[in-house]
């Protein structure tokens, strides 16, 4: 089933919705489910460090079994590392387990790969019930402390 075309804008580093002639563009569903999956701030753990103590999320999350998004964001701030990498797998993973959960897919794998000395890949591959995958390919540039861009390529 298609939906509207969402697009990540590489220069822009955020995610929207690709026009053609005055039409919003058709798209493909899972690949919508991941962009905003990924992109959207899910609420921080209490256990979570946040600077300012803004835990963030979304308005419609309802406590524990409805969270939107992914904790990516909480990687943001930290300087680039082993440890970065597998809190990005854990993050892209927790945020997709709901594509899992509700049967679309049948299970999700993330990877995550520092290429010296400053960008982080992370690689997503979706397993559907019918035997087929589907990869997704995150790159981070990182800045001096923090995540500064990131691009995508399926």
Request: charged share 25%; net charge negative; hydrophobic share 40%.
């Amino acid at each position: 089933m298609a939906d509207i075309r969402t697009v990540w804008f590489t220069e822009a580093g955020f995610a929207g919705w690709q026009e053609d002639t005055h039409d919003l563009v058709k798209g493909d569903d899972i690949e919508t489910a991941v962009l905003i999956s990924l992109f959207s701030d899910r609420l921080a753990t209490e256990d979570d460090v946040t600077d300012d103590g803004d835990r963030r999320g979304w308005w419609g999350d309802n406590g524990d079994d409805v969270l939107l998004g992914s904790r990516l964001w909480l990687l943001n701030r930290s300087p680039l590392s082993r440890a970065v990498a597998r809190k990005a797998e854990v993050y892209a993973e927790e945020a997709l387990t709901w594509l899992v959960s509700d049967g679309v897919l049948s299970s999700v794998s993330a990877s995550g790969r520092i290429v010296w000395p400053d960008r982080l890949y992370l690689t997503i591959l979706l397993f559907r019930p019918d035997g087929s995958t589907q990869e997704y390919q995150f790159k981070w540039l990182w800045g001096e402390n923090n995540a500064v861009s990131a691009t995508y390529a399926q």
